[in-house]
């Protein structure tokens, strides 16, 4: 009776070290009960044991057993780092071996060329996982922020996509921005064609925010500098559209009217001579080549086809004629 009992508790024990065994060599093909990619934020301090806990109580796993005696076999497994991750479809070792190499999720923010300082705001203001500052509209209190010698933030914030992870600051995004623009200007105005009508790297960053918002075609901007270097360098009046909406501000409704082109404004090239004060935009790193490498012309006048492009004329006859042409339809 005694041999048949230890013979039954034997075999059990077999059948259980099998069955063991059986789940372990299963358990890194377990997935994660997910059809799609998902956000998940692991706390800071929680274990392993907890981390699984509220996977099984998320219904993204069913049993925390395999992955504890995998994590005994493996300890590395038990290192757990606090962050926002995302949990792919697959297997739940590779998940959790992706939070214990700290490889949290990024998420993106994209500054496009030409958006004016608030335009970037809003978008900064809407990003999901960031701390977000009181002040962000602010602008005196972001240029303290951001330790801005400047004047005016405006046009200081290089248009790029940049990367951040949760609970990053919507300052520091601005101050990598604001840092990558001075290296940007700094790089360029070393390089500058010679006897170009600036007085300082910042008169060229205004005339790039101004080339930058007067075309959408890259392969234009040298061009388009041309003319208003030489109408710098004649004395004339840059008389741009952009920067008498820029100065218009609120007042402008999407319909530039005669009256504003004589409404007094410090950004009314159409009144003021010379550069506006600040650029009215933030310029892409081609507007900035072009306003510091601009072709050489003997335009002084051009004016938008309708398609993007634009006719440069060298009189003002001709310019008159183009308008007639392209703008009046006569």
Not at 117 to 129: E, H, M, R, T
Not at 222 to 251: C, E, H, W
Request: aromatic share 10%; hydrophobic share 40%; charged share 20%.
């Amino acid at each position: 009776m005694l041999k048949k009992i230890f013979l039954t508790f034997f075999v059990a024990c077999i059948v259980a070290i099998m069955a063991v065994n059986w789940q372990l060599k299963q358990y890194p093909l377990q997935t994660l009960s997910i059809e799609q990619s998902r956000l998940f934020l692991v706390q800071s301090g929680i274990g392993l044991k907890q981390l699984c806990q509220q996977w099984r109580i998320n219904q993204l796993i069913e049993s925390c057993f395999g992955l504890e005696v995998m994590a005994k076999l493996d300890p590395s497994l038990t290192d757990i780092k606090a962050g926002m991750y995302q949990l792919n479809p697959g297997t739940v070792l590779s998940n959790v071996q992706k939070i214990n190499r700290g490889e949290v999720h990024l998420f993106s923010f994209t500054i496009i060329e030409g958006q004016t300082f608030y335009q970037v705001i809003d978008n900064l203001a809407s990003l999901p996982f960031i701390q977000r500052s009181t002040y962000i509209y602010d602008k005196d209190k972001v240029q303290k922020a951001l330790n801005f010698t400047g004047e005016n933030i405006e046009g200081w914030l290089y248009p790029d996509t940049y990367f951040y992870t949760a609970n990053d600051t919507d300052i520091s995004l601005l101050k990598r921005a604001s840092l990558k623009m001075q290296q940007a200007l700094k790089e360029a105005w070393q390089q500058r064609q010679a006897d170009l009508p600036y007085q300082s790297a910042y008169e060229a960053l205004i005339m790039a925010s101004i080339i930058e918002k007067e075309t959408g075609i890259a392969e234009e901007r040298p061009l388009i500098a041309s003319v208003f270097i030489n109408r710098l360098r004649k004395k004339m009046r840059l008389q741009t559209d952009p920067t008498v909406i820029y100065g218009l501000g609120d007042d402008y409704k999407g319909d530039i009217k005669r009256s504003h082109l004589r409404q007094p404004t410090p950004y009314n090239t159409y009144v003021i001579k010379g550069l506006p004060p600040t650029p009215i935009a933030n310029p892409s790193q081609k507007a900035i080549e072009a306003a510091l490498d601009p072709l050489q012309s003997d335009y002084y006048y051009f004016v938008a086809k309708g398609d993007g492009s634009h006719q440069f004329s060298k009189t003002l006859d001709a310019h008159n004629a183009a308008v007639r042409r392209y703008q009046l339809k006569k």
